[in-house]
T-cell receptor, first 114, second 111 residues
Framework: NAGVIQTPRHKVTGKGQEATLWCEPISGHSAVFWYRQTIVQGLEFLTY????????DSGMPKERFSAQMPNQSHSTLKIQSTQPQDSAVYLC????????????FGPGTRLTVL | AQSVTQPDARVTVSEGASLQLRCKYSYFGTPYLFWYVQYPRQGLQLLLK??????VVQGVNGFEAEFSKSNSSFHLRKASVHWSDWAVYFC?????????FGDGTQLVVKP
């Protein structure tokens, strides 16, 4: 079991550019979560899919951020027109069934916006 | 309202000494509870989990935690800390459809 896979591990973008982050959940897991982690804000929930359907996106910024799960083997987090304040580590996690059970995290993607 | 509170932002212990990291939760019923550890530049790793049952749960690397409904607590313990335990520890509890994390406790291990 390879665990949750996130690519790329590091991404540097210029202000105003688009960034797409990829997540491959553990095979057989039906729930996928996205978090953002910064020194100042700590660990912030962004959004959650179960069986590919969006369940809770209450943590997603209203503008520029979007997430999709086109199939059971990967999810993407897209940030349009990136800003320096978007710089953070973006963590993906998956869970076997529902969101209330233990989650398994990927190594994260460190996004730096210059 | 804060769902999970970790009152200590930073705890320093000597290598070989015992450890307790505190976690308080707020929840009307009996929660599912978790402890995660994050080593530098890595994702979070599950240390242990509590689902209703035995209040003391064992985790990896000698960690254990005890659930107390009367105190609304789920403290993490280890009998003898190793330098490799230097990391950030997160307590978490379930909600209807996801997990809420505490702010984390940085564990520093002195030689």
């Amino acid at each position: 079991n390879a665990g949750v896979i996130q690519t790329p591990r590091h991404k540097v973008t210029g202000k105003g550019q688009e960034a797409t982050l990829w997540c491959e959940p553990i095979s057989g897991h039906s729930a996928v979560f996205w978090y953002r982690q910064t020194i100042v804000q700590g660990l912030e929930f962004l959004t959650y899919f179960r069986n590919q359907a969006p369940i809770d996106d209450s943590g997603m910024p209203k503008e520029r951020f979007s997430a999709q799960m086109p199939n059971q083997s990967h999810s993407t987090l897209k940030i349009q027109s990136t800003q320096p304040q978007d710089s953070a580590v973006y963590l993906c996690a998956s869970s076997l069934t529902g969101g209330e059970y233990e989650q398994y995290f990927g190594p994260g993607t460190r996004l730096t916006v210059l | 309202a804060q769902s999970v509170t970790q009152p200590d932002a930073r705890v320093t212990v000597s290598e070989g000494a015992s450890l307790q990291l505190r976690c308080k939760y707020s929840y009307f019923g009996t929660p599912y509870l978790f402890w995660y550890v994050q080593y530098p530049r890595q994702g979070l790793q599950l240390l242990l989990k509590y689902y209703p049952g035995d209040p003391v749960v064992q985790g990896v690397n000698g960690f254990e935690a005890e659930f107390s409904k009367s105190n609304s607590s789920f403290h993490l313990r280890k009998a003898s800390v190793h330098w490799s335990d230097w990391a950030v520890y997160f307590c978490a509890r379930n909600s209807n459809n996801r997990i809420f994390f505490g702010d984390g406790t940085q564990l520093v291990v002195k030689p």
